[in-house]
C-alpha cells in the first residue's frame, strides 16, 4: 500500500475520487488538523488557525508516515522542510500551485533529498482562468474602461469611438499552457498571434510590432528581468501589456515609467515584484493599471483540476512513469 497524505484543505468528495484511483492507495485525510479554507480553492487555509498540542503531534505523526504528500503545511517553504526531514519514506509531494518551484527552492533542501523526492506543481491547470484574464486587462483598454469609469463618476454623457481586436497583433510571451489558452482566445477575437518562449525567438523583432504583450512566464535564473528597460523602450507606443507570470520578469520601475509617460496605454497586472503590493507603490495610483492580489488564477474548479492532475500522477507513480509537471531541481521548474 502506499500512504496519501492530504496536507492542505480540500473538499471531501473530491479525497474520495482520490481513493478510487486504485486500491493501493491509502489515502489518509483529517479534516480537524488542517485549517479551514476561507474561500473555494484555499490552500493555505485561515491563517488564524492553530492545532492543539495533541492535534500538532498527530498531524507530525501523519505526515510522518506519508510516502506520497498533497500539498505541504501553509504552502510555506520552512514547513515544507520540516515534512521532507520527518517523513523518511517521502517519495512524492504534489503540490498545489504553478510556481512551486520558488518555494521548492527556498526549502534549502539538500541533493540527498531532492533525489530522494519527486516534487510536481500544478502547472497548466491554471491556464483558463488566467487566459480569460489576460483577455479581460486587453479588452478593458481596447474598450478603454478607465475613460468608461471616469466619465461614470463625473455624470458626462460623450460620444467616440472605440478600437477593436480583429487584425491587432498579440505578442504571448511564454508557451506553456497558459500561453496557448491565451493564444487560441485571442485568435478566437480575430487577432494576429505571435509568440516566444522565456526570450528566445524574436521577442525583440516582435515588440514594437505588439498592439497588446501578455507575459505569461515563470521566474527563473533565465527569465528574471527580461522584460527590462530596453524592452521596454521597444514597445509600441500605445500597447497594452498583461502579466500573468511572475512579477520579477518585470522591470517595474520602467513599467511603471512608461505608464505615466502614457507610452503604454494601459497594463493589466496580476503579479509584482513584491508581494503584497507596497502601499506607496505608484501603480496603485495610475488610473491605466487594473491591479489584482495574484488572485487572477483562483477558480471555483481549481481544486477539482488540481485533484485530476494528482489522480494522474498517482496512476503515473504506481506505474513508475513520468510525473506531469515534475520540477527540475537543477532550475526549480
Not at 504534489?94 to 518555494?103: E, S, V, W, Y
Not at 493599471?289 to 471555483?300: D, G, K, Q
Request: hydrophobic share 45%; glycine share 8%.
Amino acid at each position: 500500500m502506499v500512504t496519501v497524505v492530504i496536507a492542505t484543505p480540500v473538499e471531501k468528495e473530491l479525497v474520495e475520487r482520490l481513493r478510487a484511483v486504485d486500491d493501493r492507495l491509502d489515502v489518509r485525510f483529517e479534516p480537524d488538523l488542517l485549517p479551514p479554507p476561507r474561500y473555494p480553492s484555499d490552500h493555505a487555509g485561515d491563517p488564524s488557525f492553530t492545532r492543539s498540542p495533541e492535534q500538532e503531534a498527530r498531524f507530525e505523526a501523519l505526515t510522518a508516515e506519508a510516502e506520497v504528500l498533497y500539498g505541504f503545511p501553509r504552502e510555506d517553504s520552512d514547513q515544507l522542510a520540516r515534512v521532507v526531514r520527518r517523513a523518511p519514506k517521502l517519495r512524492f509531494v504534489q503540490a498545489t500551485f504553478a510556481g512551486a518551484g520558488q518555494q521548492l527552492a527556498a526549502a534549502q533542501l539538500t541533493r540527498d533529498e531532492l533525489d530522494r523526492v519527486a516534487f510536481a506543481s500544478s502547472s497548466g491547470v491554471h491556464a483558463t482562468p488566467l487566459a480569460e484574464w489576460a483577455l479581460f486587462g486587453i479588452l478593458a483598454f481596447t474598450k478603454d474602461l478607465p475613460r468608461l469609469v471616469a466619465d461614470k463618476q463625473a455624470r458626462r454623457w460623450d460620444h467616440y469611438p472605440v478600437d477593436e481586436l480583429p487584425g491587432a497583433t498579440l505578442l504571448v510571451v511564454g508557451q506553456g499552457a497558459i500561453g496557448a489558452e491565451v493564444a487560441r482566445l485571442g485568435s478566437a477575437f480575430g487577432m494576429q498571434v505571435c509568440g516566444v518562449r522565456r526570450g528566445r525567438g524574436d521577442l525583440d523583432e516582435l515588440l514594437p510590432r505588439a498592439d497588446a504583450i501578455v507575459v505569461s512566464l515563470p521566474l527563473t535564473d533565465e527569465t528574471r528581468g527580461l522584460i527590462g528597460r530596453e524592452r521596454i523602450a521597444r514597445m509600441k507606443e500605445g500597447a497594452i501589456f498583461v502579466n500573468v507570470g511572475r512579477g520579477g520578469v518585470v522591470d517595474e520601475a520602467a513599467l511603471v515609467e512608461a505608464l505615466q509617460s502614457r507610452k503604454l496605454r494601459g497594463a493589466a497586472l496580476d503579479v509584482f515584484a513584491e508581494e503584497p503590493l507596497p502601499p506607496e507603490s505608484p501603480l496603485w495610483e495610475l488610473e491605466n493599471v487594473i491591479l489584482s492580489p495574484h488572485t487572477a488564477a483562483l477558480s471555483v474548479n481549481e481544486n477539482a483540476r488540481i485533484i485530476e492532475l494528482f489522480a494522474e500522477n498517482l496512476r503515473r507513480y504506481l506505474g513508475g512513469e513520468e510525473l506531469v509537471s515534475r520540477i527540475r531541481p537543477d532550475v526549480f521548474y
